[in-house]
């Protein structure tokens, strides 16, 4: 979990400026239109809008947004189509690389993530090649200046978490995929506000990387994180602490 969360907090934070606040946005409205396509527009019956709609929030995006993406998706609007396209590969060290996409144009999205992969040290992979060495999970990050560690873990464990950790000021919870909703809730219902919340791709065992090709594997995920088209990235990478200090 690890290397997930380290990374997910540097996005985070990066988040405050108006340029990457707008970028946000972009990829939520997104996230919104697809999950109500999927299951329709009803987030009590749809776990996926569900988080959509609670991750968009907590972005601070406005309520008229959020609507007019679930119309979009339920087809209520008219509206561009996405398609959900996976791409794994490797960066620099060897690390593996799982990269999601939400994208309208699939040629593209594949040539600008290839290019950023062959530029900064890494190189796409075929379909299957690196997915075998990451599994799904939730992560929920409380701000640890909020909360004491013991209060998260106890509503959190209760609730049905796997496990809770400190991670550079957060604390992260990690939970089945299916448990992430109910333990959020548990959560706010103790009175802790939940930073962010998300489904995950957490390495079943991480790659140590530092020097020079820390840097760029660090200069690559934030490209990629750039890209319009790319919702979310998960590596293997267990960062020395060192760069993640410079990151953060």
Do not use: C
């Not at 988040?15 to 990829?27: C, E, I, S, Y």
């Not at 601070?60 to 794994?88: C, F, H, S, W």
């Not at 701000?143 to 957060?170: K, P, W």
């Not at 706010?188 to 140590?208: C, K």
Request: glycine fraction near 12%; charged fraction near 25%.
């Amino acid at each position: 979990m690890a290397g997930h969360s380290k990374w997910a907090q540097i996005k985070r934070k990066k988040a405050v400026t108006d340029q990457k606040r707008g970028q946000r946005f972009t990829k939520l409205i997104r996230e919104l239109t697809v999950a109500a396509r999927e299951a329709g527009g009803d987030p009590a019956f749809n776990p996926r809008l569900r988080l959509a709609v609670d991750t968009a929030k907590s972005a601070n995006m406005p309520q008229e947004n959020i609507d007019r993406a679930i119309k979009r998706g339920t087809g209520e609007l008219a509206g561009v189509t996405y398609e959900e396209v996976v791409y794994e590969g490797y960066g620099p060290g060897g690390v593996a690389l799982y990269i999601e996409t939400l994208t309208d144009n699939q040629k593209r999205t594949v040539a600008g993530v290839r290019h950023i992969l062959d530029k900064h040290g890494g190189n796409l992979g075929t379909p299957g090649s690196v997915a075998w060495q990451f599994t799904r999970k939730g992560a929920i990050f409380v701000d640890g200046a909020q909360a004491s560690e013991d209060t998260v873990f106890e509503a959190a464990v209760e609730a049905g978490a796997e496990d809770v950790s400190a991670s550079g000021g957060d604390l992260v919870v990690t939970t089945g995929p299916a448990e992430l909703h109910d333990v959020g809730r548990a959560l706010a219902e103790a009175g802790i506000a939940v930073a962010s919340s998300q489904w995950i791709m957490v390495a079943n065992s991480e790659v140590g990387v530092g020097g020079k090709d820390g840097k760029r594997l660090l200069k690559l995920l934030d490209l990629l994180d750039e890209n319009d088209d790319v919702q979310q990235v998960h590596s293997n990478a267990a960062l020395d602490a060192e760069l993640l200090a410079q990151a953060l």
